[in-house]
């Protein structure tokens, strides 16, 4: 095979290779070595640098192993080759399945026309909507709270306001509130301890058998359902305090 | 152009999928490389395993390479780096591990050891060796004086186009098709066993 020499300096292409390979390239751009490799054929330039590399090795007197790594490692880097080209693919699928609207990519292809009216009707239809909310809105009660008020007050809030309404008018009650300054609610006076017996008998049961109630069981229901009823600790507790 | 810079020409024709340029990256440097993990590690094979790897992964970080530093430097430390996890894994297996100590060091100089990367192979091989090593002596004498002259000097003492220009007092550019010339003969004389 006789090789054409480079058009501008007329080396002989295996002499730019000889010089690239000693690390003393021929000239100033890259232009020789992209001439060669584009002109040499590439089983060529392998048998050539193979051969200078036994060539070397001999020379300098390594009767070593001068295995071609090249020939081992191919199949590798074309099979990386392979990988890279399928990537593009794989990460185009990736978006679509995991993080985009399928039907996004679609989108993205029709002409800047159709877009442009497709996104104009989206906010037409998007106002359109709210105003029609807005409209309906005052005409509109929520039906639980409607529910609610044909029922009246529940029996839980009817015993609740029954027991505070006991506890406000109880004239030791309104002496303490009336005399107690803000920074003296913790230390309240012996003599007034007895205003403890006039609460409640479901806040004055014991231990024992703790009074249920029902404001602390609805309360309990509402906050917290997966518990379902309060907890038996639980009542103890608030019926202490 | 520096000799770096043409090695980032090939590099980057490899980063645009040029495979035969980074196959003459391979065929340039695996001696080095192969040189290098074999003062990690004394079994032939294994070091020529980790080359492999070295360039696998130079080959898959390619595109991370910025021409910063020369393409070997950074090759270099590619393959230190996957020598030094092997060392790590055999020490973890249990396997018996000796690492000598001027590793790790950038200079490309003769092992002490050289005899370590001794082709262990078959009676058959080590024969094609000698053979081959016998017509390559045979063509370095029947070259013409300033051609072995040019030749020995690069490849026996290490010096540049333009030191053996000092030296033989011609031009760089004689040095370099003296050489040439010379590589060209002796090849022709390898042929039979390159095939």
């Known amino acids: 095979m006789t090789d054409r020499n480079h058009p501008k300096t007329q080396f002989d292409p295996a002499e730019i290779l000889s010089a690239w390979w000693d690390h003393e390239p021929v000239s100033e751009d890259a232009s020789e070595l992209n001439w060669l490799l584009t002109e040499m054929d590439h089983s060529r330039l392998r048998h050539k640098l193979r051969g200078y590399q036994l060539l070397q090795a001999h020379l300098q007197n390594q009767a070593a192993k001068t295995p071609d790594l090249l020939s081992s490692i191919s199949a590798q880097l074309e099979q990386i080759d392979a990988e890279r080209e399928q990537q593009p693919k794989q990460s185009w699928q990736l978006k679509t399945d995991q993080f985009c609207n399928p039907s996004a990519n679609h989108k993205r292809f029709l002409p800047p026309v159709l877009r442009a009216t497709a996104i104009a009707a989206s906010v037409i239809i998007a106002m359109l909507a709210v105003g029609l909310a807005f409209f309906n809105e005052p005409q509109q009660e929520p039906v639980s709270s409607s529910a609610q008020r044909a029922q009246g007050p529940s029996a839980n809030d009817q015993a609740l306001r029954a027991t505070l309404e006991s506890v406000a008018q109880t004239p030791q009650m309104l002496t303490v509130v009336d005399n107690q300054a803000p920074d003296q609610v913790r230390s309240l006076p012996s003599a007034n301890r007895n205003v403890v017996n006039e609460l409640p008998s479901w806040a004055r049961g014991g231990s024992v058998e703790p009074a249920s109630d029902p404001y602390l069981t609805t309360h309990y229901q509402t906050t917290a359902p997966e518990y379902g009823t309060v907890p038996l600790q639980m009542q103890i507790h608030f019926g202490r305090d | ?195």
Not at chain 2, 85 to 106: C, H, I, P, T
Request: charged share 30%; aromatic share 8%.
């Open chain 2, 1 to 195: 152009m520096k000799p770096q810079e043409s090695d980032n020409a090939l590099v980057e024709r490899a980063q645009a999928g040029d495979r035969k340029a980074f196959d003459l990256l391979v065929l340039k440097y695996q001696q080095r490389v192969l040189r290098l993990v074999g003062r990690f590690v004394r079994d032939p094979d294994q070091a020529q395993d980790l080359a492999q790897e070295a360039f696998i992964k130079a080959y898959r970080a390619l595109d991370r390479f910025r021409g910063d530093s020369a393409f070997y430097t950074w090759l270099y430390r590619i393959a230190v780096n996957t020598a030094k996890n092997k060392l790590s894994a055999n020490a973890r297996s249990g396997y018996s591990v000796s690492l000598n100590q001027s590793a790790g060091n950038e200079s490309d100089d003769p092992l002490p050891e050289p005899e370590r990367l001794r082709d262990h192979g078959t009676p058959e091989r080590l024969a094609a060796t000698e053979e081959l090593d016998q017509s390559i002596a045979r063509a370095m004498s029947k070259l013409p004086e300033d051609l072995r002259t040019a030749l020995t000097l690069r490849e026996m003492e290490g010096l540049s186009y333009e030191q053996i220009a000092e030296v033989m007092e011609c031009p760089i550019g004689t040095v370099r098709s003296r050489i040439f010339r010379a590589r060209e003969a002796v090849l022709q004389a390898m042929q039979p066993y390159l095939d």
